[in-house]
């Protein structure tokens, strides 16, 4: 019988900073090197279904391809930085299942063969799992960024980490470019009341207040500091 696969959350850091030795970025690169590992058993995992931050569709959208190119989804950064290679396969009977799945529970999906895998997929993957020898299958978030929608297709990805295959949800759970701008609080704590917040409820034991907890995060002291109005997609992961 196959080990249930975790689900976990990274934060993919700033473009392809982690990757560039970026020195901000430092603690973020070694967590995502060697720390993951710590915590989880990559020869068990048959698959990765992995949910960006930075694809927003009106509906759920799947990649669905055997090959996908990288898609360099940022700008200004050194030439190395668009050059890099991910070769891990896809699987597209996996996607097409998944796209089953969420049908089953009345929510809108689609596939896509074409768009590549953008950089809250490949950043972090090329650090966790250098070896690219896992399949992927990238998904989107949905733009309207609404909480109770992206608990729900949350629950339809949950079954398939009973066959092994690990949820990974790509994002930051604070995310506002106005303060990165600046950058005035370096490596130290930011919005500690948020972020408790989000261990509290992450960590409860009873489902439904987990799930209470997540539908509110909106209303909770610091959540439009960490997350601008309307520009919560980071979060949804
Ligand atoms: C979980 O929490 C809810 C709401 O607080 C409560 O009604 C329920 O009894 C709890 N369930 C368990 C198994 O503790």
């Not at 360099?72 to 998944?98: C, H, L």
């Not at 009341?193 to 909770?220: H, I, M, P």
């Not at 610091?222 to 919560?232: D, I, L, T, V, Y």
Request: glycine share 8%; charged share 25%; hydrophobic share 35%.
């Amino acid at each position: 019988m196959a080990v249930l696969a975790p689900a976990i959350f990274v934060n993919h850091g700033g473009g392809p900073m982690p990757l560039l030795g970026d020195e901000v970025h430092a603690g973020l690169t070694k967590f995502l090197r060697d720390d993951v590992q710590k915590h989880i058993n990559l020869k068990e995992w048959k698959a990765i279904i992995l949910v960006t931050a930075h694809w927003e569709e009106s509906q759920v959208t799947i990649s669905s391809g055997k090959h996908h190119d990288l898609y360099f989804d940022y700008y200004g950064f050194p030439p190395e930085s668009y050059k890099y290679k991910y070769d891990a396969p896809g699987d597209p009977e996996t996607a097409q299942r998944v796209h089953n799945a969420l049908k089953d529970a009345g929510i809108q999906s689609k596939l896509d063969s074409q768009r590549g895998w953008d950089h809250g997929v490949f950043v972090p993957m090329m650090l966790i799992n250098p070896e690219a020898n896992i399949p992927i299958i990238q998904i989107s978030v949905l733009e309207n960024q609404d909480p109770k929608q992206h608990y729900e297709i949350g629950k339809v990805l949950q079954q398939f980490r009973k066959e092994g295959i690990a949820i990974l949800g790509s994002g930051m759970s604070y995310h506002n470019m106005r303060e990165f701008r600046y950058g005035r609080y370096k490596d130290a704590a930011v919005n500690k009341e948020f972020d408790d917040y989000l261990t509290k409820v992450c960590t409860a034991e009873n489902e439904s207040e987990r799930k209470a907890g997540l539908l509110a995060w909106r209303d909770q002291p610091g959540a439009s500091e960490a997350h601008p109005p309307h520009a919560a997609e980071h979060f949804m992961p």
